[in-house]
């Protein structure tokens, strides 16, 4: 099969449930559609580089794959939306919070870099998606006792980065 026919199927079987998970996370239907489309064409991309690519369990990569795409969306409109200072506020007021705000910012990329990946699914599922440990577990198909092990791991790995950096 093609990659061309690969891509035009699973976008058949999956394009309503990334759209719907895309429109979930932000709450707006034409940012959704953007980042459905940014969805499959990053697995287009990633189809026609590894020509052996398989998708095991394409429910669960389609909704990590647009979480992911939501989620870096969503940090970037936030980023803007803090840089952004209207005239009439105190500009000093504005810079603390702007320099607080870009190193919590980099304070979370930092802990999220040095997590392992299902460490990041599961911290983003439950901290930013307020999904309960049982339905993580039943997302990514392990036990609710894992689920809860990585997220000890995650706060583990974050008070460490935490101390490191003296934040």
């Not at 079987?13 to 940012?31: G, H, I, N, P, S």
């Not at 690519?53 to 979480?67: K, L, Q």
């Not at 105190?90 to 304070?107: F, G, I, S, T, Y």
Request: net charge negative.
């Amino acid at each position: 099969m093609s990659v061309r026919e690969r891509i035009e199927s699973y976008y058949r079987q999956y394009y309503t449930m990334v759209f719907r998970r895309c429109r979930w996370l932000l709450k707006d239907e034409d940012r959704a559609h953007d980042a459905m489309q940014e969805v499959f064409v990053k697995v287009m991309r990633r189809l026609e580089h590894e020509e052996n690519f398989v998708i095991e369990d394409p429910t669960g990569f389609f909704y990590r794959c647009a979480s992911n795409v939501c989620f870096n969306m969503m940090r970037g409109i936030r980023r803007k939306r803090e840089s952004y200072a209207p005239d009439a506020v105190d500009m000093a007021n504005v810079q603390d919070r702007h320099q607080h705000a870009l190193e919590a910012n980099e304070m979370i990329d930092i802990i999220l870099a040095k997590a392992t990946e299902d460490e990041r699914e599961i911290a983003l599922c439950y901290f930013y998606e307020d999904m309960t440990i049982k339905d993580i577990a039943e997302l990514i198909e392990r036990s609710p006792t894992r689920v809860h092990q990585l997220l000890e791991s995650f706060r583990r790995r974050a008070r460490i980065v935490k101390e490191e950096y003296k934040w």
